[in-house]
């Protein structure tokens, strides 16, 4: 079994064990076709039951094989020009690269002696991100695990910098919009369950700048505490960014800790043309980036900033088997002490790989790509008389619906729209995400690939208004 340790006498079977998987994968994404297979949990659960976890099969090459029929055959693939559904992106090689050599080096960037240069190189990036975003010489920050704990994060902080005599007088301010970890977060915290005080959008889905303002008058006059006004730069369903001037200069002027969620409009950071939709963002007082969305990287790749290094400190613990004291004195730089997490891996390495192959611009010109296909989306989705668009999108999300002839009971409607996402799904042709608006079923696309093209997008629309007129046919005879 020592064979299967990786070291100095193991390296040539290392190299062709990963080769075999390497050219798994690249056989699978040349051959395939459409994103999905449309297989069912209830098809595929057999055989995944079926495997005897205490019989292995002793090479790598009969595990792939099974691993074939088990996974590879029937995933999802982010890479198709038809996966339209999530915040999921097709991924760069530099990045895939860089995600091979750290698992087999397999650092672990909690302190600088389990990670050496691994340490330095995300310090780098996060100087890099921070400069990007404008959040001045005391900026900091660390890679975490994604978005969520990002959020989680800041919020930690805020409540650590919020002077409240209790818990329960604290309120947290988002938009209606805003990412559900902020609720989960409030909780985890434990906030009260009316810790977070939901702010109405406008017509394009952002923040209204002055509905916040009732909000916060409203709480101080109550004798609540404005702990803190998350903003975020990229709504999950719109992609609609909040104003940031006015979010900063009302939290500014009532106390409140300024936290971006730009976990989705981070990819504006790099373009060479869009930047200026994030103008605000740099007087955070801490940031959320997920470049696992639209810097084109694998999961995970995420990281969250702050103006202030100092505050980071809401997060150091010592343990004198790992980060003692001491070592504060002596300067060794021990990324644990910023993070909430302690073992962690060294996924900065997937953007350093990019940025040095790829550049920024680089990064950055696909995100502008897809953005302009989002543009160009909602065109066509504007002048089809099948379909009801609801905002023309800032980044590369359009959230539209289908929309049959008037008379049709809106219950129906919701249904034709639910069955045409679930049958394409089950078709395999292309994947589309759902969602609601007002209450009404709506569904989205996320448009994160440039190599999706406008005649995809006909085509998948094409699809979609084919199984609602079918459900409609089927079940309007039916009530006839
Ligand atoms: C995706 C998303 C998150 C959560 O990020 P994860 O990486 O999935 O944890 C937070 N906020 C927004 C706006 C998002 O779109």
Sequence with gaps: MRSH?????????????????????????????????????????????????????GDT????????????????????PRYLAHLNCPVVIPAVVGEAVL??????????????????IERRLIDWTAERIGLGPAADGVFTSGGTQSN?????????????????????????????????????????????????????????????????????????????????????????????????????????????????????????????????????????????????????SSAFLVRDAATLRHATYHADYLNPRRTVAERIPNQVDKSLQTTRRFDALKLWMTLRVMGADGVGRLFDEVCELAAAGWELLDADPRYEVVVRPSLSTLVYRYVPEAGTRPELVDQANLHARK????????????????????????????????????????LIAGHAEQFLGENLVHAS
């Design 423 to 462: 049958a394409l799904f089950a078709s395999g042709e292309a994947v589309v995400a759902g969602t609601t608006v007002g209450g009404r079923q709506y569904l989205k696309f996320t448009l994160l690939n440039p190599e999706t093209t406008v005649g995809d997008i006909t085509a998948v629309l094409d």
């Design 152 to 300: 989680l994060q800041a919020l930690l902080l805020a409540r650590q910098e919020a002077s409240a005599p209790e818990l329960s007088r604290l309120r947290i301010f988002t938009s209606e919009c805003s990412h559900f970890s902020v609720q989960k977060s409030a909780t985890l915290l434990g906030l009260g369950p009316d810790a977070v005080v939901s702010v109405p959008t406008d017509g394009h889905k952002r923040m209204q700048a002055v509905a916040l303002e009732a909000e916060l008058m409203g709480c101080v006059s109550e004798g609540l505490v404005p702990m803190a006004v998350v903003a975020t730069a990229g709504t999950t369903d719109f992609g609609s960014i909040d104003p940031l001037p006015e979010i900063a200069a009302l939290a500014a002027q009532y106390g409140a800790w300024m936290h971006v969620d730009a976990a989705y409009g981070c990819g504006l950071l790099a373009s060479p043309t869009r930047r200026h939709l994030l103008d605000g963002i740099e007087r955070a007082d801490s940031v959320t980036v997920d470049y696992h969305k639209s810097f084109f990287q694998p999961v995970s």
């Design 61 to 80: 090459g009969a595990a792939l094989d099974e691993l074939e029929e088990l996974y590879l055959r029937d995933a999802v693939y982010f890479h198709s």
């Design 5 to 57: 340790l990786l070291n100095d006498t193991t390296a040539e079977h290392y190299r062709r064990s990963v080769a075999d998987g390497v050219g798994r994968v690249a056989a699978k994404l040349a051959a395939t076709r459409q994103p999905f297979t449309g297989v069912t949990p209830d098809a595929l659960a057999p055989a995944v039951d079926a495997v005897d976890l205490d019989r292995p099969l």
């Design 103 to 120: 698992s087999a080096v397999n650092s672990s960037l909690d302190t600088w002696d389990q990670s050496a240069g691994g340490t330095l």
